[in-house]
Nanobody, 115 residues
Framework: QVQLVESGGGLVQPGGSLRLSCAAS????????VGWYRQAPGKQRELVIL???????NYADSVKGRFTISRDDANDTLYLQMNSLKPEDTAVYYC?????????WGKGTRVTVSS
């Protein structure tokens, strides 16, 4: 069973930055895809960024140019660097990894963008 633990969320002002982390219990190199999703209040969960071995990196249009995914394979940690944050980025952010048809999720970390 894969365990994912997110951290780094919090309250930030519009225009600010945050870096989220996701620590995985297994080698992130073993997964077919790793990435981040988010769920805003009253909305469905949506893709933020997904890094796939097969199709490359897929970004939501709303975060292109502002959010960046990175990974530390030695420490099995995934990061989401978020810059120029907007109030509409307010959501719970979830780490996700995929292996074949299986999806694994963290419990999420809350990001609130507000003045």
């Amino acid at each position: 069973q894969v365990q994912l633990v997110e951290s780094g969320g919090g309250l930030v002002q519009p225009g600010g930055s945050l870096r989220l982390s996701c620590a995985a219990s297994g080698s992130i190199r073993s997964f077919d895809a790793v990435g981040w999703y988010r769920q805003a209040p009253g909305k469905q969960r949506e893709l933020v960024i997904l890094l796939s071995k097969f199709i490359g990196t897929n970004y939501a249009d709303s975060v292109k140019g502002r959010f960046t995914i990175s990974r530390d394979d030695a420490n099995d940690t995934l990061y989401l660097q978020m810059n120029s944050l907007k109030p509409e980025d307010t959501a719970v952010y979830y780490c996700n990894v995929k292996r074949g048809r299986l999806d694994y999720w963290g419990k999420g970390t809350r990001v609130t963008v507000s003045s």
